[in-house]
Structure formats: C-alpha cells, structure tokens
C-alpha cells in the first residue's frame, strides 16, 4: 500500500477513535467509571494504532533510505570512475602535447638545416655563374 493511502486510514481511523472516546467520555450513564474505563480502552487502542503506524512508517522510510545510500554509492563509484578516466586523458593529453613540442623543434631545426642548404645552394650557384664570366 502507498504512504499516503495508509496516512489517510490512519487519520480516519485517529479521528474516529477520539469521536468515540468524546462520545463514550460524555454519554450519559448510571455507573461514569464504566464510561472512564471505556475511553480509556479506546484511547488505548488509538495509541495502539499510532504506534503500529510509526513503527510502519520508520521501517519504510529506513528501506527508503538504505535504497538512496546504495544508489549514492552507485554514483560515487561512477564519479571515481570518470575523474580515473579524466586523469587518464589528461595524461594522455599532457604526452601528446610533449610529443607535439619535440616533434616541432625537430621541425624548426629541419627548416633551418633546409634554409642554410638553399643559402648554400645559392652562394654556389651564385659563385658559378661568376665563374662562368
């Protein structure tokens, strides 16, 4: 049954025991302990029913809270999981990156080795077209 179903008995239930205790409390009778002793029984039997309906009520919201603490769990390990996976990009990132820089110094250092050749290259050419004159 749902919550609020069964807080809706109980209210019902609550309200019709303490009607009866008030009727019982205020009735008109020949011996008033025999009424005493009634509504006392009734009012009882409410507190009964009120602590049945507590103890209902904590063992379902216990259940509920055990189900939120294994599903917070659940998320935890998620969140361990991607900041893991996170930390593995961010390494992978941070090589690549290193990677990256060598590979554009070896660039550098190529270009110029290519710019000094093509200097060379025109000095000789330079330096033997004067030779043909």
Known sequence: MKRSSIETIVLVVGVAII??????????????SKSIFITNLIFSFGFLVYI???????????????GLNKHLDGLKHEIAKYKKQIADKDAEIQNLQQDLVKKDEALNL????VNMLEKRLSDLESSGADSDI
């Open 19 to 32: 009607g009866i205790a008030l009727f019982f409390m205020f009735s008109d009778n020949e011996d008033p």
């Open 52 to 66: 049945v309906y507590s103890i209902m009520s904590a063992n379902s919201l216990n259940k509920e809270i055990r």
């Open 110 to 113: 190529q270009t110029e080795k």
